[in-house]
C-alpha cells in the first residue's frame, strides 16, 4: 500500500514571498503520478499541479513549481510571490497506475495548512 | 461549463438511518470518484464508477455503496448510519479516471447525531 507523508501541518509565510511545502511517499510502484491539490475554505478540492513519476523534469505552473526526486521519493511544492488568495489547506496525492483495472484512485497525505499574511 | 454538483451541501441525519448523496459530474465526463474527508483520518478513497460500472473501491464497511446512472450522474448512499460517518463527501469527475484530469465538487457535509 502507498502512504504520503506531509510533516508541517501549518505554514505561514508574508505576502510576494516563497514558500515550500514538503511531502514524502512510499511505494514500490515505479510509474505513477504525483498531484498538489488545493482545498479552500469553500472547501472544493483544486488542482494545483500533476506530476508524471517518468518524467525528469519538475512540473511547473505559473508561480507553482515542484521538486521531484524519484530516488528520494519526494515531491515538494514551491510557491512563489505568495498571495492571499493561497491561503488553504494543500494536499500533496499519489496515484499508481493501474492499467490493468483501468481505475485510477489518489492516496493523500494529511494536509498543510497554509496561511499568507499580509 | 458547469463544474460537479453535489447536493445537498448540508445533511444532519441520526444515527441508524440511511442517506443518499448525489453527484452530478462535468458534462462529457464518464468518470465519478467519492472520497470520504474527516478530520481524523483525512481523505480516503470510496469508489468509482465508470459508464454505471464500478471500477475500484476502497476500504469501507458494504453499508457505503453507490451506483452511476447512464447520465453519469452518481449517487452514494449509507445505511444505518454511525456517528464516526460524519464526514465531507467529495466527489471528482474526470472524463475516464483520475489519470486524466479531475475536478471535485464543493462536497456535502454529513453530520450524524
Known amino acids: 500500500a502507498q502512504t504520503v507523508t506531509q510533516s508541517q501541518p501549518e505554514m505561514s509565510v508574508q505576502e510576494a514571498e516563497t514558500v515550500t511545502l514538503s511531502c514524502t511517499y512510499d511505494t514500490s510502484e515505479n510509474n505513477y503520478y504525483l498531484f498538489w491539490y488545493k482545498q479552500p475554505p469553500s472547501r472544493q478540492m483544486i488542482l494545483v499541479i500533476r506530476?508524471?513519476?517518468?518524467?525528469?523534469q519538475n512540473a511547473t505552473e505559473n508561480r507553482f513549481s515542484v521538486n521531484f526526486q524519484k530516488a528520494a521519493k519526494s515531491f515538494s511544492l514551491k510557491i512563489s510571490d505568495s498571495q492571499l488568495g493561497d491561503t488553504a489547506m494543500y494536499f500533496c496525492a499519489f496515484m499508481k497506475l493501474d492499467s490493468g483495472a483501468g481505475s485510477y484512485q489518489l492516496t493523500f497525505g494529511k494536509g498543510t495548512k497554509l496561511s499568507v499574511i499580509p | 461549463k458547469a463544474g460537479v454538483t453535489q447536493t445537498p451541501r448540508y445533511l444532519i441525519k441520526t444515527r441508524g438511518q440511511q442517506v443518499t448523496l448525489s453527484c452530478s459530474p462535468i458534462?462529457?465526463?464518464?468518470?465519478v470518484s467519492w472520497y470520504q474527508q474527516t478530520p481524523g483520518q483525512g481523505l480516503q478513497f470510496l469508489f468509482e464508477y465508470f459508464s454505471e460500472t464500478q471500477r475500484n473501491k476502497g476500504n469501507f464497511p458494504g453499508r457505503f455503496s453507490g451506483r452511476q446512472f447512464s447520465n453519469s450522474r452518481s449517487e452514494m448512499n449509507v445505511s444505518t448510519l454511525e456517528l464516526g460517518d460524519s464526514a465531507l463527501y467529495l466527489c471528482?469527475?474526470?472524463?475516464?479516471?483520475?489519470?486524466?484530469?479531475?475536478?471535485f465538487g464543493q462536497g456535502t457535509r454529513l453530520t450524524v447525531v
Open positions: 458534462s462529457g465526463h464518464r468518470s
Open positions: 506530476q508524471e513519476a517518468y518524467k525528469q
Open positions: 471528482a469527475s474526470s472524463l475516464r479516471g483520475m489519470n486524466t484530469e479531475a475536478f
